[in-house]
Every structure is written in structure tokens, then in C-alpha cells.
């Protein structure tokens, strides 16, 4: 059985999430957690939330235990960019792209 959590609309650059989100993968839940507390990136308390989100989700709505859960996978997909601009010489403008992102959890029960 799978279970799953996703956030949405994260506000920092797949690139960067995608980095942490590759340790996790295949870790049991619990470890995985573990893991994310002691990376220093915004990205690992973006995902960390996520996780336990669907931990929780396990617990509660599939009556799992998380000590046999395990990070099938975790994907980081491109939300939408916000496009704005930065002043630049003589009067002319550089693009600014801020990137979203799209964070999806599944876990796998490990029998």
C-alpha cells in the first residue's frame, strides 16, 4: 500500500530541492526524518514537513505504523515561475525568474 503527501507551490528552485530530496529516497520513514533534521538547507525542512505529512497521513487515514514504512520515492516537479524585473544600467531592466516547486512524498508499507 502506498501513501502519499504533497506540497505545493514551495518556494524555492526544483534544482535545489531535487538535492536533498535523492538522500531520502529509499530510507525508512523514521531514518529519513532523522537525516532531513540535520541537513542545513531550506530545502530538507521543506521536505521534512512533507515527510512527516505523510507519516502522518499513514498513521492516521491507513492505520500503518510508521517503523515499517519506507521513502518509495520522492519528486520534485517544476511549479510555476514568477516573472519579475531588477533595474539595471542606463535605464534598461534584467529579468528576475523566482521558480516554484512541486514536492510529492510516497511511502511504501515494508512487510
Sequence with gaps: MNVHATTRYARMSPQK??????????LGAEEALQLLRFIPRKSARIIAKTLASAIANAENNHN???????????TVNQGPVIKRSRPAARGSAHPIHRSMSHVKVVLAANK
Excluded at 530541492?17 to 529509499?26: C, H, K, S, T
Excluded at 515499517?68 to 520522492?74: C, H, M
Aim: aromatic share 0%; net charge positive; glycine share 4%.
Design 17 to 26: 530541492v531535487r538535492d536533498v530530496a535523492r538522500q531520502i529516497q529509499g
Design 64 to 74: 500503518l505504523s510508521s517503523a515499517t514504512l519506507i521513502v518509495a520515492s520522492a
